[in-house]
Nanobody
C-alpha cells in the first residue's frame, strides 16, 4: 500500500528552525513531483513548496520564500522541508503530497495522487 509519512514537526519559538521529512513507502515516487502544503485552523489549505521529480526545480509559496528549502533524495524515497526563521503564522499542520507532474502539483485545482497524514508545527511568539 502506498503511503507518505511525515515526521519532524514540533514546537519552536519564533526565529527558530525545524526540518520535516516525508518518507514514501509501498511505491517508488522517484518519478513524481512532490510537495508540501499546510493548513491552519479556520484557514484554507496553502501551498508551501514543491520539487520536480529529479530535484532540479523547486517552487515556493510567497510567504515562505527565502526561509524554507525543499529537497528530495530519491534513493531514500524521501523529501525534506527545512524551515528557518519561523514565524507564528507558520503554525499549521504540514502535509506531504505527490503528483504525477510538477504542473499538476502547482495547479491550484490540480490532482495530487497521494497525501500524508500531516505533522503539526507550532511556532510561539
Amino acid at each position: 500500500q502506498e503511503r507518505l509519512v511525515e515526521s519532524g514537526g514540533g514546537s519552536v519559538q519564533a526565529g527558530g528552525s525545524l526540518s520535516l521529512s516525508c518518507a514514501a513507502s509501498g511505491h517508488s515516487f522517484s518519478s513524481y513531483a512532490m510537495g508540501w502544503f499546510r493548513q491552519a485552523p479556520g484557514k484554507e489549505r496553502e501551498f508551501v513548496a514543491a520539487v520536480s521529480w529529479d530535484g532540479g526545480s523547486t517552487y515556493y509559496g510567497n510567504s515562505v520564500k527565502g526561509r524554507f528549502t525543499i529537497s528530495r533524495d530519491n534513493a531514500k524515497n524521501t523529501i525534506y522541508l527545512r524551515m528557518n526563521n519561523l514565524k507564528p503564522d507558520d503554525s499549521a499542520i504540514y502535509y506531504c503530497t505527490a503528483a504525477m507532474a510538477i504542473a499538476t502539483m502547482l495547479d491550484r485545482d490540480g490532482r495530487r495522487d497521494y497525501w500524508g497524514q500531516g505533522t503539526q508545527v507550532t511556532v510561539s511568539s
